[in-house]
Structure formats: structure tokens, C-alpha cells
């Protein structure tokens, strides 16, 4: 069995930092893009940065500046380290595997269960 496990979402201020961690656990043998998605309250789930297996990054306007996401292919862990944190960041965020070969096969779009991120005073 393979799975998405992120971490590190919390309550923090605005201006303040965050890093989530995505982890893939399994015998993985790859994985290719792998992305960060956020769903606020009322809204629909948004791409927030995506990275290739080679480290190319995009991320989307609200963000660009602020967050950068990477990854430890050794680890299979993805990043994002958000900065100068705005309550509308406020949201579920996500990591999402588009392609992920292992021990029993290969799986597509994988989504972790969600960290949970509330930026206010």
C-alpha cells in the first residue's frame, strides 16, 4: 500500500511561516510531478505549486513571492514553505502525486487526507 501524508498545517498570524511535508510511504520506486493544492471553506480545491521529478516549479499568482515548494526525491517528501502568510491563505491544503510507481504497480493521482492552515490574529 501506498499513501500521501502531509503534515505541519497549524494556526499562525499574519506575516508568519509554515512548511509542510508531504510524505510518500511504500516501496516506491518513482514518482513524477507531485503538487500542492488548497480547498478554502466555500471554495473550489486550486493548485497552489507543482514540482517535477526534475525540480521544475509553477506556482499560482496568489503565491508566487511567498511559498516555494521542493522535494527530497531520497525521501519521496515534497515542501512547501509558506511565508508571509495572508488570512486568505487560510485553507485545507493537499499533496497530490500525479504518477507513482511502486511494489504493486503504478498509481495515479494520489491525494493525501489534508493539513489543515488558518492564518489570522
Known amino acids: 500500500q501506498v499513501q500521501l501524508v502531509e503534515s505541519g498545517g497549524g494556526l499562525v498570524q499574519p506575516g508568519g511561516s509554515l512548511r509542510l511535508s508531504c510524505a510518500a510511504s511504500g516501496s516506491i520506486f518513482s514518482i513524477s510531478a507531485m503538487a500542492w493544492y488548497r480547498q478554502a471553506p466555500g471554495k473550489q480545491r486550486e493548485l497552489v505549486a507543482a514540482i517535477t521529478s526534475g525540480g521544475r516549479t509553477n506556482y499560482a499568482d496568489s503565491v508566487k513571492g511567498r511559498f516555494t515548494i521542493s522535494r527530497d526525491n531520497a525521501k519521496n517528501t515534497m515542501y512547501l514553505q509558506m511565508n508571509s502568510l495572508k488570512p486568505e491563505d487560510t485553507a485545507v491544503y493537499y499533496c497530490?502525486?500525479?504518477?507513482?510507481?511502486?511494489?504493486?504497480?503504478?498509481?495515479?493521482?494520489?491525494w493525501g487526507q489534508g493539513t489543515r492552515v488558518t492564518v489570522s490574529s
Open positions: 497530490n502525486v500525479d504518477r507513482m510507481v511502486s511494489a504493486i504497480g503504478t498509481s495515479r493521482d494520489l
